[in-house]
């Protein structure tokens, strides 16, 4: 029952803080396992996937404690078991890199299917492709357990993916450290994140080569030692923030950011008729007139992020003429927002990947629900821009990747407040 409220209409101005990079850290912190000592990990977004990904390390055993919402020292070293059993992993998409971890460390693993957003077919083949390469077996049983192992040990191969998949280079990664001889992963991901988990991997003590192209170079080594590091900026949520400018006419500062992770979302928003100024680590987005109109095509790194895609397809709605939005990586689901935007009036026709945006003058506040994790905060996004009053509802969905999102766009001159709501009991008298 839990949702935001929001009056739109205002003008956003100021500075934002952009937090550490979700897609990062939910698969550094079950890197951690791979270590022999503890490890100190900084810059952690303070959501619920990132404690989520915590209690399940807790239940594994590893000791886990908290300086401050930001930051997590994890001693790895208690851990005996290779099976994840709480339901945190069902609720989080990331939950598969436990499987890549604990078979660097164990030889085997025992993981929930992974839940998170259901907006679509988003299968793990190339995952168990990566540790069949890798010397795995796999199979899944009725409760929807994963077990995965390497009976004869982990061996270093070449593995080459079939559609370029984030989840199956960084679970490939997790589980080639450890592995014997050298792994060569072609077609590999080549997003911010990939390299993140890469250096982090590499400050342990592993050889990891070439993360960021699509050639990705392992030699296994026996031994990782714990590490301090630092998450990277969080793109996705930056990106939001300067949509959140160009939608409002507003002036923002997003700080705390690495400006060539946005290079595809600056060059969409100075399309549209946005001005973008970037710093050494911050971007300004400024915006004073109708937007233009403008394609969107999602592609892998350093293409347009599809986690971009449901934001930018409602900041369209206001734009002059008409926009087309191509969805290239998630095959059906992704558009289920889209119903959403129409109760607000925006004029959006879907066929199959492309959606065709014609722009209107206004939208108009409506209650809405948050489908998904991105289309949730295209959600608020639409609050912002329509007249009168929204109201968003499954914020859980927004609460797996966004930190203070309600905090921050207040700061920035925001009308929006979380509203609670008692669930109704009804009583039935006899």
């Known amino acids: 029952m839990d949702k935001y409220v929001i009056r739109g209409g205002r003008r956003l101005c100021g500075e934002v803080n952009i937090s550490g990079a979700k897609n990062a850290a939910v698969a550094i912190l079950p890197a951690v396992i791979l270590a022999d000592s503890p490890c100190r990990i900084e810059n952690l977004p303070d959501i619920s996937d990132v404690k989520d990904a915590a209690k ?38 990331g939950s598969y890199y436990f499987i890549g971890a604990l078979l660097g460390r164990f030889r ?3 993981v929930p299917m992974p839940g998170g957003c259901n907006f679509g077919v988003r299968p793990i083949d190339q995952h168990l492709k990566g540790f069949e390469a890798l010397g795995c077996q796999h199979s899944l049983d009725n409760g929807g357990m994963i077990s995965v192992s390497a009976p004869n040990d982990l061996f270093g191969a070449h593995v080459y993916l079939d559609v370029v998949s984030v989840g199956a280079t960084m679970n490939t990664m997790l589980t080639a450290v450890k592995a014997r001889g050298v792994t060569v992963i072609e077609n590999a991901a080549r997003e911010p994140h990939v390299v993140d988990l890469a250096n982090f991997l590499n400050t342990m003590g592993a050889d990891v080569r070439g993360a960021g192209t699509d050639t990705i170079k392992i030699h296994g080594v026996q031994q990782l030692r714990g590490a301090a590091y630092g998450i990277i900026p969080d793109q996705i949520e930056a990106g939001t923030y300067m949509l959140a400018a160009a939608a409002t006419r507003g002036d923002i500062t997003v700080k705390n950011v690495t400006p060539k992770h946005l290079e595809s979302i600056s060059a969409k928003l100075e399309e549209m008729g946005v001005t973008v100024e970037e710093g050494d680590d911050t971007v300004r987005v400024t915006c004073d007139r109708q937007l233009r109109k403008c394609n969107v095509k999602t592609q892998p790194h350093p293409g347009f992020p599809t986690d971009m895609q449901p934001q930018i397809t409602t900041l369209l709605t206001m734009a002059g003429g008409m926009s087309m939005v191509t969805e290239n990586i998630y095959s059906g689901g992704r558009f289920k927002y889209v119903d959403e935007l129409r109760n607000m009036g925006a004029q959006i026709t879907v066929e199959g990947s492309l959606a065709v945006v014609e722009g209107v003058t206004q939208l108009k506040g409506a209650p809405v629900r948050a489908l998904d994790l991105r289309a949730g905060v295209a959600m608020i996004l639409a609050g912002l821009m329509a007249s009168g009053t929204t109201q968003v509802e499954n914020i859980q969905f927004i609460e797996r990747g966004y930190e203070n999102i309600v905090e921050k766009l207040a700061g920035l001159g925001a009308d929006i407040r979380y509203q609670s709501e008692p669930e109704r009991v009804l009583y039935h008298v006899s």
């Open 108 to 110: 085997r693993a025992l």
């Open 56 to 93: 399940i390390l807790r239940e594994l055993g590893a000791v886990v404690e908290s300086p401050d919402p930001h930051t997590m020292v994890i001693d790895p070293r208690p851990i005996e078991g290779h099976m994840v059993r709480t339901e945190e992993a069902r609720g989080m998409r």
